[in-house]
């Protein structure tokens, strides 16, 4: 069953290198996906770094081009206009993209728990 849980996290859609993040044998099978998040957010999984200049002012450019998303994540952070870059920007605001599109797969990962719980014949309150 290892091996399925395995295909199946590293398959998600997803830009999180989850299988790196997770051990498998720790996933709360009541809260899978609460438990795989904890797991991906203790070890930084979340925080995408973006390096070179040009790839922050490509990658401000495509997905906030006002910059208006990311100062507002910095600023939720406790930075100071002084002390921002492109590159910290970037960075912030593609961690806050990846972890929007994570918690979007939320019930594809309860699903998929789902289904190996109740083929084990055991039933999770959670499962439907």
């Known amino acids: 069953m290892k091996t399925k849980i395995e295909n ?4 998600l859609d997803t830009e999180i290198d989850v299988l790196n993040c997770v051990d498998i044998d720790n996933i709360d099978l009541l809260h899978p996906f609460e ?15 973006i390096i070179y200049y040009s790839n922050a002012i490509d990658f401000l450019a495509k997905n ?35 972890r ?16 190996i719980e109740r083929r084990g014949r055991v039933k999770i309150s959670m499962c439907p």
């Open 8 to 11: 199946f996290l590293q398959n």
């Open 100 to 115: 929007d599109e994570f918690y979007g797969l939320e019930s594809e990962i309860n699903d998929f728990f789902c289904g």
């Open 64 to 98: 906030d081009p006002s910059l208006s998303e990311s100062l507002e994540i910095a600023s939720e952070y406790g930075f100071e206009v002084q002390n921002l870059n492109s590159e910290i920007l970037a960075s912030l605001l593609a961690s806050k993209l990846a």
């Open 35 to 49: 438990s795989i998040c904890e797991m991906i957010e203790d070890r930084d999984g979340f925080n995408i770094e």
